[in-house]
C-alpha cells in the first residue's frame, strides 16, 4: 500500500492509472491532455480580457494622473506574459499535431500553465494595487495588494501543496 501519491514520482500515479483504471500509458495522456485543455478554457478568456483591459488604459484621458505607472508596467507585463503562457499549449498542438508527441506536448503545457497561473496572479494583484491606489490612496493600495497577494498565494499554491503531501491510501499494486 502506498500512502501518498507522490508527484515527483509519476510512476507510481502510472501505475496506479494502469492497475485500477485500466488505463494505457496513452489513454492517461490523453485524459491528462483534456483535463489540461479543460482547465486552460477556464482561464484563458480571463486573462485575456484582462490583458486587453490593460492595454487600453494609456489611451484614457485620466491615465496621466495615475501615479503607479512602474505597477502599471510589471502588471500589463505579467499579465501579457500569462497571456502567452496560457494560450502556448494551443500553439504547441498545432506545430506538434500528428507527430506523436503527445507525451513533450502534456509535459511542456502543464510546464506553461504552472507559470502563466503565476504571472496572471501576480498581474491580478497589481491590478488590485493600482485600483486600490487610484480609489482610496496609497496605503489601501497596498493593504489590498498584499490581501490579493496572499489570497494567491494560499489558494493556488499552499492549499494544493497541503492537499498534494496528505496522505492517500492506495490498493495495493
Same mark, same amino acid.
Given at each position: ?64 494622473? &495615475?501615479? /503607479?505607472? #512602474? +505597477? ?8 501579457? %506574459? !500569462? $497571456?502567452?503562457? *496560457? @494560450? =502556448? ?32 496572479? &501576480?498581474? /491580478?494583484? #497589481? +491590478? ?8 482610496? %490612496? !496609497? $496605503?489601501?493600495? *497596498? @493593504? =489590498? ?29
Amino acid at each position: 500500500m502506498i500512502t501518498g501519491m507522490d508527484v515527483d514520482h509519476p510512476e507510481r500515479d502510472q501505475q496506479w492509472d494502469h492497475r485500477n483504471r485500466g488505463e494505457t500509458e496513452l489513454q492517461r495522456l490523453d485524459r491528462n491532455w483534456n483535463s489540461l485543455l479543460q482547465e486552460l478554457r477556464v482561464v484563458q478568456t480571463g486573462v485575456q480580457l484582462l490583458t486587453g483591459f490593460l492595454l487600453t488604459l494609456p489611451f484614457q484621458q485620466r491615465f496621466g494622473a &495615475l501615479g /503607479l505607472h #512602474g +505597477v502599471f508596467l510589471a502588471t500589463v507585463g505579467c499579465s501579457v %506574459g !500569462a $497571456t502567452v503562457l *496560457l @494560450i =502556448a499549449p494551443v500553439g504547441m498542438h498545432r506545430l506538434l499535431f500528428r507527430r506523436h508527441r503527445l507525451e513533450v506536448l502534456v509535459s511542456a503545457a502543464h510546464r506553461c500553465a504552472y507559470a502563466g497561473l503565476v504571472l496572471l496572479g &501576480l498581474a /491580478l494583484t #497589481g +491590478v488590485t494595487v493600482i485600483i486600490f491606489d487610484a480609489v482610496s %490612496g !496609497a $496605503t489601501a493600495g *497596498l @493593504i =489590498a495588494g498584499a490581501c490579493a497577494l496572499a489570497l494567491f498565494a494560499v489558494f493556488w499554491v499552499l492549499v494544493p501543496l497541503l492537499l498534494r503531501t496528505r496522505d492517500v491510501h492506495l490498493p495495493d499494486y
